[in-house]
């Protein structure tokens, strides 16, 4: 998949973080604007894109499912960290290393249960600095 391919890049927060797989590398750093963000990302092949804020994840996918006929999975995550009613959300903090040394990334659980069945799910996650 390619940035110019995706169809819901404008739903992303405008600045934020970018962690992103490509064929050759790994990248991970803030970003100010989504114009940067094009010129970095014009000439990759992406496998999968996170672009995230505190508030809310937009999140590519390059797939071969049959399910998703274009290739892409796109969605946008924006639930609360304290939600209401049957759902949970556990947060998880992890240390980071490299250039990013001392700083922590919160991968946020949304987990879901179920009464009937004494089951608990995750059932979604997003990313937040």
Not at 34 to 53: I, R, S
């Amino acid at each position: 998949m390619r940035w110019q391919e995706l169809k819901r890049k404008a739903e992303a927060p405008e600045r934020g973080w970018i962690l992103a797989y490509t064929r050759e590398a790994v990248c991970f750093h803030p970003y100010e604007s989504q114009e940067e963000l094009e010129q970095e990302l014009a000439d990759q092949e992406l496998l999968e894109l996170h672009l995230f804020d505190q508030e809310k994840e937009y999140r590519s996918l390059s797939t071969r499912s049959r399910r998703f006929p274009g290739g892409v999975v796109e969605t946008v995550e924006n639930f609360a960290e304290q939600p209401s009613g049957e759902a949970f959300v556990y947060a998880e903090q992890v240390l980071l290393s490299g250039e990013w040394e001392g700083r922590t990334i919160t991968i946020l659980n949304h987990i879901s249960y179920e009464e009937a069945n004494g089951m608990a799910a995750i059932d979604n996650y997003r990313l937040k600095m």
